[in-house]
């Protein structure tokens, strides 16, 4: 999450509900004592206390992370960018939470994939975020195609996403072996000042330049 | 959306933008006022112009609901609870503005979806959004089948909605009809305050006294 627009994407309660918190389970330490810093917690900092949850922590490690709410303590749960347990860390500590009966309450923030949904345009009755794509061309060719045509049987819009160094590359597959009639939503930086949001046909993104997305965080949206 | 909670689920900045705009397409009229006023729009509510979108709208009065924006209005679209287009009317809209080449610029704001499922502890790294199950008994139950069985092999959360005065029947029907080694997750009355999110596999929910669902909106979560 950025620390630069606070009032964009937070609510005031939830920033009130972290202003209150003093113990925290973060992805990255240093961005959560940077944006505790820019919501002016009242705490120092030094005295606040923080416990890392990434792609790194062993699975072994997690239940003593709860240890603070069995006391009965609240503990903030803060990811890196998007919502705790989505695309992000956070789904096993709170599936433990809900083992051991200790509430869990979701607090509003950005999330770049349901903002993409709602600006693309494409169908939101019925959506599949798949998370990342296949990096092995052949893989991700297939997969491709495989995406192309359950989002076409089931009018059922497909999100995925790329290693922000590979969206172009990514890019590039898509228009090279899916439909000239099917939609394509390119959404990147969103929430940031060149947020970016275009729906076209696979045939109309062929004729126009294409946008630079070069390590630049990007959902791609696809309805056949 | 509520108009009593807004600190709780809008950013300041989203507010304040609300306050700049003049012109609404909004889901219900009466709501989007009171909501106005809310937020204590500094223009008088008779000086606001509102156009209706919502399921009732033919497909062929869309193109005139853009003809603001045609001129280079900024025009607010407004939905009842949760994000435009998502569950929810307006991507009939959106995908018209695309084809104008008008900038759809997503606002944060609260999803029932993304915060049941980022505090279900379910996977958030691949899910798929279902919408509306079926109503009648045997159709209803071969799609819960069939929810359960995809959702096994793919390692993937579906989500699903009922009418609000169906929730019991539908709770009813999963518990008799999913394998006990199932997860479930009830999410009722998100960010109101007797919200209610709780994950068991469906052998506990059996063995537990449910929670009373009955005209509450509800969002239920299954991996298989």
Not at 113 to 130: E, V
Request: charged fraction near 25%; aromatic fraction near 4%; include cysteine.
């Amino acid at each position: 999450m950025g620390a630069d627009n606070i009032s964009q994407v937070l609510p005031a309660d939830v920033v009130s509900i972290a202003q209150g918190l003093d113990e925290f389970i973060v992805e990255n330490e240093k961005t959560a004592r940077h944006f505790l810093g820019a919501i002016k917690h009242p705490k120092a900092i030094r005295d606040i206390e923080f416990s890392t949850l990434n792609k790194r922590t062993d699975d072994k490690d997690i239940p003593k992370l709860l240890d603070s709410l069995v006391a009965g303590k609240d503990v903030g749960l803060m990811s890196e960018a998007g919502c705790p347990g989505i695309a992000d860390p956070g789904a096993k500590l709170a599936a433990l939470a809900h083992k051991k009966s200790i509430r869990v309450a979701p607090l509003v923030g950005p999330s770049s994939l349901l903002l993409s949904l709602m600006a693309s345009g494409l169908n939101g009755q019925r959506f599949t975020f798949l998370g990342y794509i296949a990096v092995e061309k052949a893989a991700r060719v297939k997969e491709l195609k495989t995406i192309e045509h359950k989002s076409k049987i089931h009018k059922e819009t497909q999100l995925f996403i790329e290693t922000p160094f590979r969206n172009q590359h990514l890019l590039e597959d898509i228009l090279a072996n899916c439909d000239g009639e099917t939609e394509l939503c390119i959404a990147c930086n969103i929430s940031l000042p060149d947020e970016f949001v275009v729906t076209k046909r696979i045939r109309a993104w062929k004729q126009t330049e294409l946008p630079d997305l070069h390590k630049k965080p990007t959902v791609f949206l696809l309805l056949g």
